[in-house]
């Protein structure tokens, strides 16, 4: 159990942390529109602490790989759904739901695929 929630954990802060750090160190609201370059990267740079995220935490997650990587992409999508009810429809909390849930699926999926023999 103390695997799982340790999985959980660091597999969200795989994700968080350098996303809340992509915005503080540009100066850029996530909640307001943004050049597309801007948005583009941010998106792709979200994907992959997503997918990290959920690899890596299914990797600590010990036996229950896929239910701690479904479990970083609900946080995920409650932060999301949080930030639009908050302010508004915009570009990152979506971008969140429709590309970083499902990256930190595919992160947990991998790891399964990657050592069969931990799956749960």
Same mark, same amino acid.
């Given at each position: 159990?103390?695997?799982?929630? #340790?999985?959980?954990?660091?597999? $969200?802060?795989?994700?968080?942390?350098? %996303? $809340?750090?992509?915005?503080?160190?540009?100066?850029?609201?996530?909640?307001?529109? +943004?050049?597309?370059?801007?948005?583009?990267?941010?998106?792709? $740079?979200?994907?992959?602490? %997503?997918?990290?995220? =959920? $690899?890596? =935490?299914?990797?600590?997650?010990?036996?229950?790989?896929?239910?701690?990587?479904?479990?970083?992409?609900?946080?995920? +999508? #409650?932060?999301?759904?949080?930030?639009?009810?908050?302010?508004?429809?915009?570009?990152?909390?979506? %971008?969140?739901?429709?590309?970083?849930?499902?990256? #930190?699926?595919?992160? =947990?999926?991998?790891?399964?695929?990657?050592?069969?023999? +931990?799956?749960?």
């Amino acid at each position: 159990m103390l695997r799982t929630m #340790a999985g959980i954990i660091l597999g $969200y802060l795989i994700f968080a942390v350098p %996303s $809340y750090l992509l915005f503080r160190l540009t100066h850029v609201d996530p909640h307001a529109p +943004a050049s597309l370059g801007f948005e583009a990267f941010s998106v792709g $740079y979200g994907i992959v602490f %997503s997918f990290l995220g =959920g $690899y890596i =935490g299914a990797s600590v997650g010990g036996k229950r790989t896929l239910w701690v990587a479904f479990m970083i992409a609900a946080i995920i +999508a #409650a932060g999301a759904i949080a930030s639009m009810m908050a302010t508004r429809i915009n570009w990152s909390p979506m %971008s969140a739901l429709i590309c970083m849930v499902p990256a #930190a699926l595919v992160g =947990g999926w991998i790891r399964v695929r990657r050592h069969p023999t +931990a799956s749960g």
